[in-house]
């Protein structure tokens, strides 16, 4: 029995409650994913206990000699993994990785540059409600109105017109490789540094299925949950100029104690990551993105840019129904077991509350097992599901299809049931 069973059952019935809905859907969020019982176990370990204020060999607590090997294994391990020169594996999140670069390169006022959130950028490469858009002063570059590709030529323009201190690149609904090398040219033209969020990629590059920006970016940072598939947290890559400053800037700039239990979590996924397996599981994230962006177009679904590179698509829902919004599609999907988001679409008419578009991935549903010849059946649950205008009847049909299914795909999890 699971201790937390028994003595705190309300908790427990929760947790239980999300293992069965992880277990009886199909997750395609294209940021989420299912991590090993490795990695799970190693942040359900002691770790949780210890402060660790500082950096191994350097701390500001007694008895971090194990928790040094921890965060010296995970240091090492990214550092192999990604071919960079320095790792700080300590930031909790993607977003305080994105913050340390700003803490360590800029200044308030300083002018940065990145994807508009609305075309598939994130919030924190200068949203206006986020820190990154109050205390700089943010200019954002598009995609194409017709390729719905990065428009070069707008970055370019916009980087000689405004100067910007710090160029961003990297998204998270963008489904096409990053040109790295065009990205540093015109940082070098501008005189900016460079930095690539990988946040979503992050396994692909790893792997070397999608071109790696460590030789261009001074600054490269991550999540280590999404296609990484380790725990949710965040890390950054640098190289030696920038390596002091970096590490000064998640502590003691923004930062107190690292969570160590995550850390070592990191470890395991980094570990994980460096063994020919993750190679194949990340070229079938990708083949079976292929495959089901095929699925959903022959099906009348358009997607922007009329296809993916990577493990991700965005669906313009449109075509498919002057009504539909991605709001709704999301709530008639979760009914239906197959869950989603709905996303801003590139010059997207309707608010981000509403959406025209969904955004889904496939890291998850290969981390389960399921092949390009299972992609076929995804799409035509989506499709019935989309097509049933909210019916309850026809999801409910839809939701217990997709539960027997899925009950062949076991969770590579530790099993916390009774
Ligand atoms: N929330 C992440 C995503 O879903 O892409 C980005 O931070």
Redesign the pocket.
Known sequence: MNPIESTDPALWQAISDEQKRQETTLEM????NHVSPAVLAAAGTVLTNKYAEGYPGRRYYGGCQFVDVVENLARQRATELFRCAHVNVQPH???QANQAVFLAALSPGDTIMGLHLDHGG???HGKSVNLSGKWFRPVHYTVDAKTERIDMAEVRRLAHEHKPKLIITGA??YSRLWDWAAFAEIAQETGALLMADI??IAGLVATGLHPSPIPYAQFVTT?TH?TLRGPRAGMVMTNADWAKKIDSAVFPGLQGGPLMHIIAAKAAAFGEALKPQFKQYCEQIIKNARVLAEELTRRGYRLVSGGTDNHLMLIDLRPRGENLTGVLVETWLQTAGIIV?KNMIPFDPRKPAETSGI?VGTPALTTRGLKESHMSQVADWFDRAVASQGDARILEHVRADVAHFTAAFPLPHITVSP
């Open positions: 969020i294209a940021s989420e999140s993607g977003s994130h919030l924190t998270s609904a946040a979503h999540t999404k988001n955004r």
